[in-house]
């Protein structure tokens, strides 16, 4: 009997290609567990037949049809993305609603974590002083006055742990009335809300800009809601005859800040249930690994906040869009469907009017790391979401409204999907990358986790949690679910810190604008 | 005879209304010299009716018609923009050509200033090290990198001026084949050659990005030249396994780093004609007194500068696009004016793509300062670029291929349109404001140029010229265009700081992406 030499991994019983596990990848004449010996070298994270395939005959991953043979692909072969033809997106005609069974999840009552209590009801996770900006043309000043704050009031405010500028690039030059407009105004106007930020927003605008410096801070009427209590908010305008010169604006705010930091400061954390968390999800640098070993764990972890009472969002709609029959059944009514089957319909419409589709989401990072086209790409993507019903679906910019998991339609642009999960609501984001990002946000803690070891050991100090001990054997992804559910309360409650904040890396906020600029 | 109470400016002899020149405005019964009697009380910078109006009859300003009555106006009544129907846009069709006569200018020889000539053939008028980034990723390491050159390297190095990140959104997350992904893509090109980065730029990418980091350097080949000699840049990609962790990552920008600031420091300012120049154009918070003061100087500098033999742009289609008419004319052959003229075409399919049209540009700051709508803005707009032909046009993010006057097709939107500038190439910048902003880029010194007297002296250390002298008579257009000349070669040569520069205020750069993100 021959040797076993190499791992790989096979999803579903019905697939007919596996991946490649070994680091270095595997050599042609390899030989793995079920018998199966290479025709070709594979790299890792790469696709192997398990069987004969014939041209035009599905290829299966997940169980799922990820493409059709292009061409005769013996039993052994590297399954390359050349290899494939992609299938069709999902007509949005004819998918099934609401019509699966939740699974029975037992309820989590005894998880807590310490946070900041909001008079909105919402719970932060960090005590942040946040310098909302109405226009682009203040981020200059905005910038040197949050350096001058860190520098000389903040030490004064124990109890506050940091001061972000909310700088953007909106706010004039756009067609502000145009339709898609609601998108980047209703953006601003929910980052201003987020729970780290404690309520005690300040705005500062230039004076002539498209976006008044009022609007960002309007009380929004949610529906189902009453109207908002927001805090009454400090508004101060560069342009205001009171300010003559540089000097007098940077004093200006100042002033400003450092009342509300005198507010912000009064405040300490106390125990919350856990279902006080409201986790984004989100993945970034995805490789073939990540739908195997850390979206499962984070979508075990999803289901472990959702049995807590908690909120998860997941988003990116060019990485669910080929999985949305997979996601239809596991709407928890038939409107939540039909505003689910709305988003995928509105970004099919936007990409089709800038002449691209979903197949321009993937990267060269992505098809180098085994992934072979959108359709593969998205079913290890939606795997983050869990197995939880979905209750809600928001749209981009718009605030989360309901307890379990929402889907909160954004693009899968990183930073842009971050920003708009952070208007959501979120106070704690959980961040899966295979071939390895440096993702931070200021706003809100990020817990990033690796798809594979090798990343987790070469990216050692950026890096939270290795999931690619899954794909050794090393642990299972209910281990890791448990180590990610337990490292939010600790981050969420201060204990400690991630390692973007270690590092102080934090990427400036993205903006989605499908509307023109003028 | 009646005293005279008010001053009022009327721009052309066919104008029937005049605007309100005196700082607080005029109270109704305020005698202006051509005896009309204010009906109303009139602020500054708006429009007085200089003879009786009848509905639907035009209001000419600037010779041209900015909109129809929409009732009776009465000699002496305040006309804002609630009165009047905007025009349509000047038809596309049927404009002439390359029909004007261009003006008889001198040249000018003798004037010269200090840059840093660059193997490309430009001149810099800045000694900075650029690091050019290919995806928004990298954005907080680099920034971070940046911090650090400046205090541990930057005080080795004195003849270099400074270290700019080219930090931005694009790169990955996008739709990179659309067909409108070119206009990003060349933009960052671009930036990465301008010349004040002295073509000694490095790239710092990620790895697994859409917008792989060589494309930023590849030397493109131009129209009616050879292919490009960019100097050979150094690469970095965070992935590279020869990364381990961040400090590693850290390390190793700052060795490349070390070794442009090298070579970038035997460099020195030699003598160059002001033919070297290249000065983009732009206004931002403009007022009524925009079109009356700060462009028509601004517009005498420019034609100052292309009778010494220099490069001047100007941009903003949709503050062009409703004086077209006054444009076309001035082109220097037909080819020409078909460029401009599909350049507008692109816009306002663009616009229109996203139920918007050019009547967005206007802004409740342009309003509040006596400019009732854009074609009333585009005719104080396009004075900034003087009486040159228009010997070229560039699309957005082209680099700049002909001395004299060009335009250089951007939106209207400051940070955009300033970026757009930077990336086609230019050296020196002037920017007009009426209601104030504190513009300012890292990578080019800019000029701000106020439009009135008021803003000039309640931002006395943000605004670099007074160009409201003109509107009291303390100077003229000439006087304040040849000020502005002067400072533009005090500057470019470094004998001179501007506002932004000594307060340290710069805005990020802003993409022009019209493809869509993913």
Redesign the interface.
Known sequence: MSQVTGVSIKVHPDDNVAIVVDAGGLSAGSLLADGVELLDAVPQGHKVALEDIVREQPVLRYGEVIGYALEDIARGRWVNEGMLRMPEAPSLDTLPLATRRPPMFEPLDDYTFEGFRNNDGSVGTRNVLGIATSV??????TD?VVQRIKRELLPRFPNVDDVVGL?H?YG?????????AIVPIRTLQNLARNPNLGGEVMVVG?????L?PQRLVEPPVLPGTTAGQAAPASILS??D?R?????A?VDGIMAMAEAHLEKLNRRTRETCPASELVVGMQC??SDAFSGLTANPAVGFAADLIVRAGGSVMFSEV?EVRDAIHLLTPRVADEETGRALLREMAWYDD??R????D?S??T????K??GLANIVEKAMGSIIKSGNSPIVDVIGPGERIRRRGLTFAAT??????CGTLQLAAGMNMHVFTTG??????LAMVPVIKVATNSRLAR?????IDVDAGRIATGDASIEDIGWEIFRLILDVASGRQDVA?DR??????L?L?N?????
């Open positions: 682009q043309c203040v981020a200059g000043v040197h700088t690039s004039c030059g756009v067609a502000i009335n145009a339709p898609a230039l004076g002539c800009e498209k008044q560069l342009q005859e300010f003559a010169g540089f000097a604006m970034g640098g060019t936007y990409l009017h800038g002449s691209a979903r321009a989401n990267t060269p990072g992505n180098k790391g693009p899968a642009s990183d930073f842009i071939r390895g990002t440096p993702y931070g070469q990216w050692f100090d950026l973007a590092l102080g890396l934090h990427n400036d993205v989605f499908p509307a023109p600029v003028t």
